[in-house]
C-alpha cells in the first residue's frame, strides 16, 4: 500500500503543534520529574528538550537549509548522546529549553511553509544513510518530533509507575 506524502504546510503544522503539546505537559511536571533519568543512559525529559533543540540544527532546518543552498551537498553525522553530555540541558530550566525550542521553531515552520516543489526533490548525501531527500527530511521530522514526544511522556509515566501499588494491574504491564 502506498502512502501519500505530508505536504509541507503540514508538516509546519505538526512543527508547532509539537511544541503546543510538549508545553501543555511539561509546564506541570515538577523538577524532580523533569530531571528524572530512567536508567543510566537514558535522558531526563530536558535532555530530551536539548536533543529536539540540537536536531533542528544539526538535523531538520539546518540540513535542508545546506540542501537548499547547494547541489547534492555533503551532510554531517552529529553524535547525539555525547552532544546531549556536552549540552548540560538536565542543569537549564525547563520554561528556558522549551522558549529556546519554540523560537527555533517559528522559524522552522516558517521555512518548511515557504517550500516549493522543486525544493522536495533537492537532496543532500549523508555518509551513514546515502542521498536524503527534502521530502524524506520533512516526513522524519514529524516521526521524530513525536517519538521524542513519546520519550518525554514514557518518562513520567515511568517515574510513577513504582508508586502506583496494585493500580499496576489495571494497565497490564
Same mark, same amino acid.
Given at each position: 500500500? *502506498? /502512502?501519500?506524502? +505530508?505536504?509541507?504546510?503540514?508538516?509546519?503544522?505538526?512543527?508547532?503543534? !509539537?511544541?503546543?503539546?510538549?508545553?501543555?505537559?511539561?509546564?506541570?511536571?515538577?523538577? =524532580?520529574?523533569?530531571?528524572?533519568?530512567? $536508567?543510566?543512559?537514558?535522558? &531526563?525529559?530536558?535532555?530530551? +528538550?536539548? /536533543?529536539? %533543540?540540537?536536531?533542528? /540544527?544539526?538535523?531538520?532546518?539546518?540540513? %535542508? =537549509?545546506? %540542501?537548499?543552498?547547494?547541489?547534492?551537498?555533503?551532510?554531517?553525522?552529529?553524535?547525539?548522546?555525547?552532544?546531549?553530555?556536552?549540552?548540560?540541558? &538536565?542543569? =537549564?530550566?525547563? !520554561?528556558?529549553?522549551?522558549?529556546?525550542?519554540?523560537?527555533?521553531?517559528?522559524? *522552522?515552520? *516558517?521555512?518548511? $511553509? =515557504?517550500?516549493?516543489?522543486?525544493?522536495?526533490? @533537492?537532496? $543532500? @548525501?549523508?555518509?551513514?544513510?546515502?542521498?536524503?531527500?527534502? @521530502?524524506?527530511? +520533512?516526513?522524519?521530522?514529524?516521526? /521524530?518530533?513525536?517519538?521524542?514526544?513519546?520519550?518525554?511522556?514514557?518518562?513520567?509515566?515511568?517515574?510513577?509507575?513504582?508508586?502506583? $501499588?496494585?493500580?499496576?494491574?489495571? *494497565?497490564?504491564?
Amino acid at each position: 500500500m *502506498s /502512502h501519500a506524502v +505530508l505536504m509541507p504546510a503540514e508538516v509546519a503544522a505538526l512543527l508547532s503543534a !509539537t511544541i503546543t503539546a510538549l508545553r501543555a505537559e511539561l509546564v506541570a511536571l515538577p523538577e =524532580r520529574v523533569l530531571t528524572w533519568h530512567p $536508567g543510566p543512559d537514558e535522558w &531526563c525529559v530536558k535532555e530530551v +528538550l536539548g /536533543h529536539l %533543540i540540537e536536531a533542528e /540544527h544539526r538535523g531538520f532546518a539546518g540540513r %535542508i =537549509r545546506i %540542501i537548499l543552498g547547494a547541489d547534492t551537498p555533503a551532510l554531517e553525522e552529529w553524535d547525539p548522546p555525547a552532544v546531549a553530555r556536552a549540552r548540560g540541558d &538536565c542543569a =537549564r530550566p525547563a !520554561t528556558a529549553l522549551l522558549d529556546e525550542l519554540a523560537s527555533l521553531r517559528v522559524e *522552522s515552520a *516558517s521555512l518548511v $511553509g =515557504r517550500l516549493m516543489a522543486a525544493d522536495l526533490e @533537492r537532496a $543532500g @548525501r549523508h555518509p551513514t544513510v546515502g542521498l536524503l531527500r527534502v @521530502r524524506d527530511l +520533512l516526513q522524519e521530522w514529524v516521526h /521524530h518530533d513525536r517519538n521524542h514526544v513519546r520519550q518525554a511522556l514514557a518518562n513520567v509515566q515511568a517515574y510513577v509507575w513504582p508508586a502506583m $501499588g496494585n493500580a499496576q494491574k489495571f *494497565s497490564g504491564e
